[in-house]
């Protein structure tokens, strides 16, 4: 194995995707989709833009697209940057923004993307331990970093930081990116979207997977000033032009266009995560206080790794990792009622002592 590749390629990790099984039908709270359809606008995008024929290349500048989200947050087509997936996004930042020279920064416990991404780059990082509440500590983030990043609310904990202190990481980076990768935000955080003409070196990367029902798409966003736009342009054409194909151009501008749907369901979520919350204290978890659309929890007298094989055992999949300090947490997507009626269900069931 690894005969004729790279020395490079050879000493990579790769990052390892929350499952997608085909064998059975399960209970899918592994990946945080959404359990909802996504706008009807955008199905009826997809339709047209495929019937309108895909003899043609897309727009290379998604302008249509980019304008729509322009309008949506407030801000100039030329300070929206588009890309398939904000994973390609992130990888984007990491090539447009980070270096070899100094180490960029994030959190021990967070999106398991950004080594990888280092790794492929060539770019060193350190990372930064979370406080023990798994909040984020704000002062170590400060000074001469080769460049930030980390979700936010975070990922997998779902906690959020408030916006002043995502300030003041910019604030106190003034040499370097501050890249926040907001792609839980629409479930109940702020978004440092608000901020950018007072912080040049701030960058917003946002997605189409969560809160808009379109993971399948591959479909995600940037915000930030010109100049960084125009740096990530600068990497999108000097590796491939058409990243996005012209369905997904057309059915993410429809769901950004109808935002009645969006509201709607984002509540949704929302006020099922919060009952969701309440059902597993009641059993004796603890529950991350959690911005997004997944709960962090443990319980006290349950391992991890017994729940999660208990839960899979019943048809139900979640997230669990195998690092030190987060083995007996699960993170659990927020699904349906349905679906949160028969985690409930199994979990009593796994938390009675027979
Ligand atoms: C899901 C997720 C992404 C990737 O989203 P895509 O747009 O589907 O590539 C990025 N960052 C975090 C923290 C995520 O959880």
């Known amino acids: 194995m690894k005969e004729f590749w790279s020395s490079r390629i050879r000493a990579l990790e790769p990052y390892t995707p929350g499952e997608q099984p085909r064998d059975r039908k399960w209970i899918k709270l592994n990946t945080n989709e959404n359990p909802y359809p996504p706008s009807p606008r955008a199905l009826e995008a997809v339709r047209a833009a495929a019937e309108a024929g895909l003899r043609l290349y897309p727009d290379p500048e998604a302008s249509a697209l980019r304008e729509a989200l322009a309008e949506f947050h407030g801000r100039k087509p030329e300070e929206v940057f588009v890309g398939n997936g904000s994973d390609e996004i992130l990888a984007f930042c990491f090539q447009a923004f980070f270096g070899p020279e100094q180490p960029v920064v994030f959190p021990d416990i967070t999106y398991s993307f950004y080594p990888v991404y280092a790794g492929l780059f060539g ?69 440092a979207a608000a901020c950018l003409d007072r912080h040049p070196n701030l960058l917003v990367a946002r997605t189409f997977s969560k809160s808009r029902a379109l993971a399948g798409l591959r479909v995600g966003y940037a915000l930030g000033s010109a100049n ?49 919350a309440a059902r597993l204290e009641a059993l004796g978890f603890e ?61 009593s069931a796994l938390t009675t002592r027979r």
């Not at 060193?124 to 400060?142: A, C, G, H, K, S």
């Not at 749907?261 to 509540?267: G, I, Q």
Request: aromatic letters at 8%.
């Open 123 to 191: 770019v060193p990082f350190r990372q930064i331990p979370l406080n023990e509440d798994f909040t984020l500590p704000v002062e170590r983030f400060l000074g001469d970093n080769g460049g930030v990043v980390f979700p936010n609310p975070n990922a997998p904990t779902g906690i959020a930081l408030p916006l002043a202190e995502v300030e003041r990481i910019a604030s106190g980076n003034p040499r370097a990116v501050v890249v926040i990768d907001e792609a839980y935000v629409d479930f109940g955080a702020e978004s």
């Open 228 to 276: 960084l736009i125009a740096a990530l342009n600068c990497v999108k054409n000097s590796f491939n032009s058409y990243t996005l194909d012209r369905v997904a151009l057309a059915a993410a501008e429809a769901s950004v266009r109808d935002r009645a749907y969006f509201e709607e369901r984002r509540r949704e979520v929302m006020a099922t995560r919060t009952r969701t």
């Open 287 to 347: 529950v991350c206080p959690s911005c997004a659309n997944f709960l962090f929890v443990r319980h006290p007298d349950y391992g991890g790794k017994a729940l999660y094989e208990g839960l899979r055992e019943r048809g139900i999949l979640v997230r669990r990792w195998d690092q030190r300090r987060v083995q007996d947490h699960l993170r659990i997507t927020v699904g349906s009622e349905a679906d949160m009626d028969a985690l409930m269900d199994a979990l």
